[in-house]
């Protein structure tokens, strides 16, 4: 059991940033496409947990100090430094084995999954003690995965989206510091090294601003010609209510409700969001596959 803790399966979900390039260029009934897409999420699921048991090896004293990341395999010793090593290696053995599967497509998805791995051992290392760079790798991880997503398929990536992509994560990951700045005003103890470097004003500014620019950002996409073309309809506008209904949503999780530090455990247990994520993937079902 705690060997699958450290691996994180539950933030897989993550992964499912991958699918976004078929999803938004209506090809989710293209088994060949779907079947890609799948491969580079599994791949990237398991390149993520590779760095995972990464980061909780080189944590581990840092953690001990923390009151909730105390519990982590490493940190709290029901994982040895050697297996957490080991495992770690089979991780990235296991992401390079679903990558093989792609057939010619692999060697660009390798790169782009290779990059992605770089990018964050050297945040675990290094990176994440700079405030504001720490975020932006965060939601440039998740850029990585949409192109991953498709070079994958062979479907090209709108400006938009990527644009939608980083912004979204940008202001997850914001509001995940925010929950960082609120244990360090209550207990004295900064839970990160940079955390310092953040305060409730400059933290309710930035979410403020990435979630205005994320939905106009939004908006603009789906009234684009581009999108009218891509998708071959008008109607697309229709899905930012649930867009905007969704980030006010994280946005009360955040400020009134004070719980922003995991966005996968809001998205896997918060019934609000779970119905808002829902409405608007029916959505746009609807509007682009039943049109």
């Known amino acids: 059991m705690e060997?699958?803790?450290?691996?994180?399966?539950?933030?897989?979900?993550?992964?499912?940033f991958v699918l976004i390039p078929v999803f938004f260029a209506g090809s989710m009934t293209h088994g060949g496409s779907v079947a890609a897409a799948a491969l580079a999420m599994a791949a990237f699921s398991f390149a993520a947990s590779s760095v995972y048991c990464f980061n909780d090896i080189i944590d581990a004293d840092e953690d001990r100090r923390h009151p909730?990341?105390?519990r982590r395999p490493v940190a709290s010793g029901a994982v040895s430094t050697a297996q957490a090593y080991a495992l770690m290696a089979l991780m990235a053995a296991l992401a390079a084995a679903a990558v093989a599967l792609l057939?010619?497509?692999?060697?660009?998805?390798?790169?782009?999954?290779?990059?992605?791995?770089?990018?964050?051992?050297?945040?675990c290392a290094w990176l994440k003690r700079f405030a504001i760079i720490d975020v932006c790798v965060i939601a440039f991880g998740f850029v990585l995965r949409i192109l991953a997503g498709g070079l994958a398929t062979g479907i090209g990536l709108s400006k938009w989206i990527v644009l939608m992509t980083f912004l979204l994560t940008l202001f997850l990951s914001l509001a995940k510091r925010r929950d960082d700045v609120l244990r360090m005003n209550r207990t004295g103890h900064a839970p990160r090294r940079n955390t310092s470097r953040y305060n409730l004003t400059f933290i309710n500014q930035a979410i403020t601003i990435t979630a205005a620019v994320t939905i106009v950002c939004y908006v603009m996409y789906t009234v684009s010609p581009e999108a009218a073309a891509v998708m071959h309809t008008d109607y697309l506008y229709l899905t930012s209510v649930f867009v905007i209904i969704g980030l006010l949503r994280y946005l009360q999780i955040a400020v009134v409700d004070e719980k922003s530090g995991d966005p996968t455990a809001v998205a896997l247990h918060d019934r609000f969001t779970q119905v808002t994520v829902a409405c608007w993937v029916l959505s746009f079902i609807a509007i682009i596959y039943l049109s």
């Open 103 to 123: 057939g010619s497509r692999a060697w660009q998805v390798a790169a782009v999954i290779g990059g992605y791995y770089a990018l964050n051992m050297a945040y």
């Open 68 to 70: 909730v990341k105390c």
């Open 3 to 16: 060997l699958i803790k450290i691996i994180r399966p539950q933030q897989w979900v993550k992964n499912l």
